[in-house]
């Protein structure tokens, strides 16, 4: 079977004779979880670790921490010669990082939040501030007023590569064209609430908007034309590999900027709720009725465009070209992605939950928010890495057999492999320690604790260089052989048979064995020709039928066992029948005296076990009343009124559900009754009848649709 995180298959027994101490004689099979390739990985813990585009484990280059801020985020990032400018938040200050992490205060917007930053060739520096969105230029004497649209947020500034400075906004999402003089024009304004991102390529600007997540481009006469629309909800980023091809990435709405955003437009500097700012919140997991994937990358150029990659759970904000190699900086746990031929790989990973802007260079930089610091790779030798697996669900209680890995390491000792095991999904406080950790291509794992989940930790030391890899992890595991459950046991109504869907009563293929030589009870039998286990109802006097619905933890085949006694006679019971395949059985139950009965199941996965391991469950239905007699008249006496005649009428064990009378071989029609509802066990009819009547007929029903039919004219003498 294929399980979420990575590839289950199963051998049987008798090829592991020996494994995990199982008795040959059991048909258990022991069962094997590998992980081989990077879907299985990436659901993992990554600490110094990366994934490759192989789906191979390894050390990760390491960013070491060059600036921390004051400021809980960063929502801007900009190169500017050797430093890089963070617009951030919630104090609205625009600060300059150098090569060696000294950390300067440009200028602090009326603002609480920076969105946007532009800085041109020349070092001139545009900031885009938001609620009561602004724009404004630095120079020498600090920020100066520039633009002033009018619109809550400025999302976005980019000089366009004719000339314009272009400033995109929200509510409104509104474009507009600041020419050299300061002068401006609204150039576009979208159906969408945002225009969240742009990107200067080739003779046109690319719009990202938030809403419906559509990539747009517009050119110097404010063309606009639709490039995608997006199965996500805001374009985030943009990046071009220098060839003609442009990058961009989509999230889904709960992990969009403009979703989290609390505009504050009608407040002031000097109204303390204007500078409370953003709170920035990346969830886990998708909500409720989100898009499958949490973020998605596209790729345009030379007329084509489509999604090429996706991340479930990372949320994907900031892209540049890295060494000829597309990067994703991700949350929620701060991961560094690569996107080569259509594969993604895991570069790198920082403590801080969210990277939104990735610099290349010899030593790329990364930036994050939610935890405001600059990061750069290291040139010292790579840190020790750990990565830890998922939690991975052997479906029940289980033993554990060996640990086997595939790879390479350049020294003896330099992966080590640790387990622990736990019965709740999440590893918490029930679960063991970590064993102690263990060197080798094969670790024995049979000491481990019994446990439903397992987890596994790789070490890898610093001698291990570049080179040491994890291609795959498996390990064995038995369940243990646990009981079937049964999660229902019930009778039909009287009569109701089940057979196959394509079952004609004129086939015959359906026929009672009587007498039946293994007992009283005659059953029907099923006919060789199945129809995929497709059922249907049809009704057979004098038939009862039991069906049920039982599952084994273990997946093993189940058989059953019916037992039926007398309600009086509780825990008495005798067989009906054994060694039952099918999930209901139909019986002739007029062998059955009336009466109260109650039936048991036994479900048993003696099948898949041996006689010692065999495991049974067993359920006692609700009380079951066999019954074929039918309803029968007790008196018959004339009212003295207008022809009426009353008839008392009873039934031994089951409600009167049918009382017609026929005059004269006239059609059925229905009796009335006295209380004026037939629903009880003795009822008294009412009959008015014509003078002199020659045949009155009472037919009478019962609820096992036992049938009599009465003169009751005869009755009434």
């Known amino acids: 079977m294929t399980g979420k995180f990575g590839v289950t298959y199963t051998l049987a027994m008798l090829v592991v004779i020996g494994l995990l101490g199982a008795a040959a004689t059991t048909a258990t099979e022991v069962r094997f979880f590998r992980q081989q390739s990077t879907s299985d990985f990436v659901e993992g813990d990554f600490e110094g670790i990366a994934l490759d585009a192989d789906g191979a484990l390894r050390l990760a280059p390491h960013f070491e921490r060059l600036a921390q801020l004051e400021e809980p985020f960063v929502f801007a990032a900009q190169a500017r010669g050797d430093d890089w400018l963070l617009g951030t938040g919630n104090s609205g200050r625009v600060v300059a990082v150098s090569l060696d992490g000294a950390v300067e205060t440009l200028w602090t917007a009326p603002e609480p939040e920076v969105f946007a930053l532009w800085v041109d060739p020349d070092g001139t520096t545009f900031v885009g501030s938001s609620p009561d969105g602004k724009v404004y230029r630095l120079d020498s004497d600090g920020g100066t007023e520039f633009f002033d649209p009018e619109e809550t947020y400025i999302w976005d500034i980019a000089r366009a ?41 080739d003779n046109t600007v690319l719009i990202g908007t938030a809403g419906d997540g559509l990539i747009l481009s517009i050119d110097a006469s404010g063309r606009v034309r639709t490039l995608f629309d997006s199965d996500q909800d805001e374009v985030t980023a943009f990046a071009d590999d220098g060839t003609g091809h442009w990058y961009a990435t989509a999230v889904a709405a709960e992990a969009s900027l403009t979703q989290q955003a609390s505009p504050s437009s009608s407040e002031t500097k000097s109204d303390d709720s204007a500078k409370s700012g953003v709170k920035i919140e990346v969830s886990a997991a998708p909500s409720a009725g989100a898009s499958q994937s949490r973020s998605s990358v596209v790729r345009g150029g030379a007329g084509e465009v489509g999604e090429v990659a996706s991340l479930k759970k990372e949320t994907a904000y900031a892209l540049a070209w890295v060494d000829d190699t597309l990067w994703l900086g991700t949350g929620v746990e701060g991961n560094v992605y690569s996107l080569t031929g259509g594969r993604l790989a895991l570069e790198a990973s920082v403590d801080d939950r969210q990277v939104i802007g990735v610099f290349p260079g010899q030593r790329p930089a990364l930036v994050t928010t939610n935890g405001a610091a600059v ?45 622990r095991s736990g019965s709740s999904s999440e590893p918490d406080a029930t679960w063991t320690d970590w064993s102690v950790p263990a060197q080798g291509d094969a670790l024995d794992l049979t000491s481990v604790p019994v446990g439903r989940f397992l987890q596994w ?110 309600e009086a006679e509780a825990d008495e019971f005798l067989v009906i029948a054994e060694q039952i395949d099918e999930t209901y059985y139909s019986f002739d139950a007029t062998v059955l ?32 009343v066999v019954d074929h007699t039918p309803p029968r008249v007790l008196s018959v006496s004339a009212t003295g009124s207008q022809g009426a005649t009353t008839v008392e009428v009873h039934d031994g064990l089951n409600p009167i559900r049918s009382a017609e009378v026929s005059i004269d071989g006239g059609e059925w029609s229905a009796a ?46």
Request: glycine share 8%; with cysteine; proline share 7%.
């Open 161 to 201: 590569p004719w000339g314009d400075l272009l400033v995109a906004t929200g509510d409104a999402g509104r474009l507009y064209a600041l020419a050299q003089d300061g002068s401006s024009r609204l150039l576009f304004e979208s159906l969408e609430p945002h225009l969240r991102t742009l990107y200067p390529f």
């Open 375 to 419: 990061h750069r790779a290291a040139t010292s030798t790579t840190r020790q890495g750990v990565y830890v697996s998922t939690a991975l669900d052997t479906g029940a209680a289980s033993r554990f057999g060996s640990l086997r890995w595939r790879g390479s390491a350049l020294t003896t000792g330099v992966i080590r492999f640790s387990v």
């Open 457 to 566: 930790r790789a070490e890898v030391s610093p001698e291990a260089g570049q080179d040491a890899r994890i291609r795959s992890v498996e390990i064995s595991y038995r369940q243990q052989n646990s009981a079937p459950t049964i999660a229902r046991f019930e009778a039909m109504d009287p009569g109701q048979v089940l057979v196959p869907t394509g079952f004609s009563p004129d086939d015959q293929i359906y026929e009672p064995a009587h007498p039946n030589r293994e007992g009283i009870f005659t059953p029907l039998r099923p006919s060789s020709n199945g129809n995929g286990g497709r059922l249907k109802t049809l009704w057979r006097q004098g038939f009862l039928t039991l069906r049920w619905q039982a599952e084994d933890p273990n997946e093993d085949e189940l058989d059953y066992e019916l037992g039926f006694c007398r």
């Open 593 to 624: 005296p009336d009466g109260v009965y109650k039936f048991r199941l036994r479900a048993s996965d003696r099948p898949d076990n041996s006689a010692e391991s065999t495991r049974f469950s067993e359920q006692v239905s609700e009380p079951v």
């Open 672 to 717: 009335s009754t006295v209380d004026g509802l037939l629903d009880g066990r003795r009822e008294t009819l009412e009959l008015v009848l014509p003078p002199a009547p020659r045949l009155v007929l009472l037919r009478l029903t019962d609820a096992a649709f036992n049938a009599a039919t009465y003169d009751v004219l005869k009755e009434r003498r």
